[in-house]
């Protein structure tokens, strides 16, 4: 599977941004975005099953929508209210979403897109 992630870029605190993931090679079947600060590690932000079900890490929920359109293979995250502290790498990745809503990333990784909020 190759990821070609896109849509960041520097936005003012309050702002909106929205990052789209493009998967190739084969079909996926969850997909989630993950992001990293610098010098933090990697965490997860929100992930999506084939079916449309979503899980959302607790700092996100209620201003980050993921999506996806299965005909173009595609993955969405609509970011809304941003806050400085959302400032960080975005990278998508293919997974697994158990119905828990525990994310299990698989090793298919995009290149990640750089999201800055400025307060």
């Known amino acids: 599977v190759q990821l070609q992630a896109s849509g960041g870029g520097l936005v003012q605190a309050g702002g909106s941004l929205k990052l789209s993931c493009a998967a190739s090679?084969?079909?996926?079947?969850?997909m989630g975005w993950f992001r990293q600060a610098p010098g933090k590690q990697r965490e997860l932000v929100a992930g999506i099953s084939s079916g449309g079900g979503t899980a959302y890490t607790d700092s996100v929920k209620g201003r980050f929508i993921i999506s996806r359109d299965n005909i173009k293979n595609t993955v969405y995250l609509q970011m809304n209210s941003l806050k400085p502290e959302d400032t960080a790498v975005y990278y998508c990745?293919?997974?697994?979403?158990?119905?828990?809503?525990?994310?299990?990333?698989?090793?298919?990784w995009g290149v990640g897109t750089l999201v800055t909020v400025s307060s």
């Open positions: 990745n293919a997974g697994i979403l158990q119905a828990s809503g525990a994310y299990y990333p698989l090793p298919y």
């Open positions: 090679g084969r079909s996926t079947g969850a």
